[in-house]
């Protein structure tokens, strides 16, 4: 008797194994099923971190649960790295990631955001152009390249520290005489304008929108871009000058832990798409100086890549070992 009830639930169990189970696919929520939190690896009230509040805003209709801005400053983005990547991977614990981050990895090799995170898609972006002090001595890119050959040690520029993105930016420009300029460090771009409007450095990479604060201050001289920026259609690209460097945009974007679900990645990036396609989002960004712009996360992935190639590059060639 014991032994035909085994048999016949050892039956039943194998050919329920071999029908579809629509139980088993109930017994999974639907994602999301709470709130999803976004690390923020920035100080509270800074461009990035309002830029992420205002998506977090746009986005939670779509996804239909609220999203909570969580900000973790600190270590050169280590701690808002180690705060996502010691999440669970199942889409409910996001990190903003910056173009700035990429430099930081590539100078101090502190994480690797593409073996350790999964590009969710893109954001935004702020236009990146090289300024210099009204002056200056140079009004043209390949000027101020051929004047700091022949005057070295006295080519000044400002950047966020050795190897951040403004020092790595102008490593690239200069080519194998970036070790005849001083590298002067600032503890942030609107620090580096100030001191740039004031005449206590020559030049610097900033965000174009700051050319519109600081009007009449300072000038620039080549967008960093591969065309021309709305904000300063006149200026001509590096490539038009026939400087031959990298792209380079302050750009944001969302990511999650490696490992997390593709079905799961697929929904946020809808929300995300969905979101930046609202014109709202323009409005909101044009006090920021951002625009937004959306990629998806293989090619949101593609740009990171891009970055830390040649940011990797600059490093070697300024014989950079901060580690």
Known sequence: MNQTFTRRHIVRAVGASLLPAPWVASAQPAFPNKPV????PVPASGAADVSVRILAEFMQPH????????????????????????APPD??????????????????KKFDMLKQLVPI????????????????????????????????????????????????????????????????????????????????????????????????KFRAIGALMDQRSPLLPDLPTAKEQGVDVPIVQYWGGLAAPAGTPKPVIDAIERAMAAAIAN????????????????????????????????LGESVKSANLDLR
């Open 91 to 108: 889409g409910y614990t996001l990190i903003h990631l910056n173009a700035t981050m990429c430099a930081v990895q590539a100078s101090l």
């Open 63 to 86: 996804l239909g649960q609220s999203i909570v801005v969580d900000n973790k400053p600190g270590g050169l983005y280590t701690i808002g790295m180690q705060g996502v990547t010691s």
């Open 121 to 216: 898609g893109l954001m935004g972006a702020a236009d990146v152009v090289l300024a210099v002090s009204a002056n200056a001595p140079f009004k043209t890119m390949p000027e101020l390249i051929a004047w700091n050959r022949a005057n070295p040690g006295k080519f000044n520029y400002g950047s966020l520290g050795p190897g951040s993105m403004e020092h790595l930016v102008m490593v690239s420009i200069l080519g194998k005489d970036a070790a005849l300029a001083n590298n002067i460090p600032f503890k942030g771009g609107p620090d580096g304008a100030m001191a740039l409007a004031q005449g206590e450095i020559q030049a610097m990479t900033l965000a174009a929108a700051l050319l519109v604060q600081f009007k009449d």
């Open 37 to 40: 939190r976004i690390i923020v």
């Open 279 to 310: 014109p709202g989002m323009r409005q909101r960004y044009a006090p920021l100086g951002m625009a937004p712009r959306f990629a998806s996360a293989q090619d949101f992935g593609r740009i990171i890549e891009s970055d830390l190639k040649w």
